[in-house]
């Protein structure tokens, strides 16, 4: 699983959740911070978009919640794609 393909699946989720919900749909790019700048995101849209993540690359995402957050700030789009892409690299072994 590449990067791109990471960042791919995570910008169509998170759209796919605003526009589920009604909700404005900015342009989603890497600097983006889902918690700070989604109109309406919070952390139970993180945990749905997680999940789906996790089923999508076929491994356990520890605190789903804690994806979209790192230890003092939110994080952004590319900061969530390198944490998806390390657990994806963990988990394939490699």
Not at 46 to 71: M, P, S, T, Y
């Amino acid at each position: 699983m590449t990067k791109q393909e990471i960042r791919g699946k995570l910008i169509a989720c998170l759209r796919e959740v605003q526009e589920a919900s009604g909700r404005e749909v900015p342009a989603l790019t890497d600097d983006l911070c889902p918690l700070l700048d989604l109109p309406g995101f919070e952390s139970l849209n993180g945990e749905e978009v997680a999940l789906e993540l996790e089923e999508w690359l076929r491994c356990r995402i520890d605190h789903h919640a804690r994806l979209f957050c790192g230890q003092k700030r939110p994080l952004t789009i590319a900061e969530i794609v390198d944490r998806l892409y390390q657990i994806a690299s963990r988990e394939a072994g490699g």
